[in-house]
């Protein structure tokens, strides 16, 4: 069996690995995990490296502190647009934005993309860009506190990481079209009920516990199978997926730039109602 020696100067993670199983531990040091610019550089990396090691088998992403995730850093998001807000916005600045939405696609598509299975253990709150990560987990666990909100409606964007793809898959059209729509939060009791988590535990402890159980009863079996599994379930969807995400990255492209996407921003910043007209 061969490994490779797994970085331990992440910026925005803590790995552990013991009995085949690599527990990932976000840790952004901002407020909230928020998922800035050096958690999405770090993460493929990180994933890299664990699917490169052939001692893992199984692998458990959860967060330090009360939250799972507050979702993507604003100041990241308006960096992302450039200067396709610029100007009216003319191609080549348009282009240059399609190209952050796509970068930022492929590490949204980590969990997924990985080989060996992944389980995202989630509490407190997951919004946003941590509810696109986590639809890519094969599997999610949440703690009884936990919350999801697809919010981007709510700064006025069309979720383009992953959620519009992966949600219907896991929830039916009906839901992911109620939830993206709204903006709501769901508890982890109707998350349960709706198919996005496999089970509800008590409090985060019993939530670590048994994901760790599970990842250790995976990681028992035979690799390779366990592997094929993954890969061949993933095959149904994955060029929905791939196209679905081509898509929203072209819409997002030609259309985020407007009034209504900064109101809104200044909006949540200031903590007020937005007032919306379409343009």
Known sequence: MTG?????????????????VATVI?????????????????????FEQLT?????????LTAAGPHFSYGIDLNMMTSMFGRAFQDGG??????????????????????????????????GWCIGAAVDLVAGADMRFAS???????????????ADLGSL?????LIGQGHTRELAMTGDDVTADRASRLGLVNLVLSDHNDLLDHAYRVAKRIASNPPL?????????DVAERDAVTRGLGYVATWNAATLPSYDVNEAISAVVEKRAGEFHGH
């Open 4 to 20: 490779v020696d797994i970085r331990s100067d992440w910026k925005s993670f803590i790995v552990e690995v013991s009995d085949h």
């Open 26 to 46: 976000m840790s952004t040091e901002r407020r909230g995990n928020l998922l800035g610019p050096t958690f999405w550089h770090e993460l493929p990396l990180l």
């Open 52 to 60: 490169n090691d052939d001692r893992v088998r199984a692998i458990i």
């Open 90 to 123: 003319l191609a080549a600045d348009r282009l240059a934005f399609h190209r952050n939405i796509t970068i930022a696609q492929r590490a949204a598509s980590t969990l997924a993309e990985c080989p060996k299975p992944v389980i995202a253990a989630v509490h």
């Open 144 to 158: 009884a506190d936990a919350n999801f909100s697809v919010r981007e409606v709510k700064v006025g964007i069309v």
């Open 165 to 169: 793809q992966r949600l219907p898959q």
């Open 225 to 233: 199978a366990v592997q094929g599994i993954k890969h061949v379930l």
